[in-house]
């Protein structure tokens, strides 16, 4: 059974590029969530993909936006990244649905940092 | 964003010894969760707590929901070197289109001394 499995695992991008990251579930989880963890703090919550639609979105703007595709595998997309945008980026998968508890297996992250 | 007021920020202690941290919020959670991360990785799920005043172990490690449903903590037993790292609380709410999202402590760093 192979986990979740996150590209690139770091990247270094200049304010106002693009960046998009990469995601494969763990086999067996159709349910794709992402999450940014600043420098000494905890993971917070971006948006959850199930079904290939957003189910869910934290605190954080359109310039962040997501896909998830039919094999359950998803993408980040950040537009015009700004200097609080470097953190790393972890993608978690589950098999829960819009209901439920949801126990997450994360991956090991994608670090960005922007110059 | 919101996160959950975890306690200690860091311990150093001495192998052998147990250890305790806590995870309080103000608002209600149905599931509290427990992970740890170690450099260069992602959280690893410790424990799962569905229930108020669920105690749960798993090894060396014991978790409880608290009754509230507002706290939970973890307690480690003996602790060993490999058992140092970051560890997180996270409350999940199920139901009423809210049951995705987990929402973490800023961790506890446990250093152990062998």
């Known amino acids: ?76 997309n950040v537009n015009a990244l700004e200097l609080d945008d470097s953190a790393l980026y972890l993608c978690a998968s589950s098999t829960g649905t819009t209901s439920g508890a949801n126990v997450l297996t994360f991956g090991a992250g994608s670090r960005l940092t922007v110059l | 964003g919101q996160q959950l007021n975890q306690s200690p920020q860091s311990m150093f202690i001495q192998e052998g010894e147990d250890v305790s941290m806590n995870c ?55 602790s060993i070197p490999s058992d140092v790292g970051i560890y997180f609380c996270a409350g999940q709410r199920v139901g009423g289109g809210s049951n995705y999202k987990l929402t973490f402590g800023k961790g506890t760093l446990l250093t152990v001394n062998p």
């Open chain 1, 1 to 76: 059974e192979t986990g979740v499995t996150q590209s690139p695992t770091h990247l270094i991008k200049t304010r106002g590029q693009q960046v998009t990251l990469r995601c494969s579930s763990q086999s067996g989880h159709n349910t794709v969530s992402w999450y940014q963890q600043a420098l000494g703090q905890g993971p917070q919550f971006i948006f959850q993909y199930y079904r290939e639609e957003e189910n869910g979105r934290g605190n954080f703007p359109p310039r962040f936006s997501g896909l998830q595709f039919p094999n359950y595998s998803s993408e980040l």
């Open chain 2, 24 to 78: 309080t919020s103000s608002s209600i959670f149905n599931t509290w969760l427990w992970y740890k991360q170690d450099p260069g990785e992602g959280p690893v799920l410790l424990i799962a707590l569905y229930k108020a005043g669920e105690l749960t172990s798993n090894g060396r490690l014991t978790a409880q929901f608290g009754i509230t449903r507002k706290d939970s903590f973890l307690n480690i037993s003996a």
